[in-house]
């Protein structure tokens, strides 16, 4: 087991994430994006919203 100024790894503690910096890192994603300023246009990661051109940003809560 390493050592970390005299503790070894085993004895620091758990940190958690918050629920959506956890989600982002492991991958895992609703896969449903939407405008913030035209709910009604949906796409993919990465798309464009037709009508402002805002990038399209994951729905929270679906």
């Known amino acids: 087991m390493?050592?970390?100024n005299n503790?070894?790894?085993a004895d620091r503690p758990i940190t958690t994430m918050p629920a959506h910096t956890?989600?982002?890192w492991s991958g895992t994603t609703t896969g449903t994006y939407s405008c913030p300023?035209?709910?009604e246009v949906t796409g993919k990661?990465?798309?464009k919203c037709p009508k402002c051109g805002m990038a399209l940003e994951e729905r929270v809560g679906c």
């Open 22 to 24: 956890a989600s982002a």
């Open 37 to 39: 300023m035209h709910p």
């Open 2 to 4: 390493r050592h970390l």
């Open 45 to 47: 990661r990465g798309d």
């Open 7 to 9: 503790a070894t790894i």
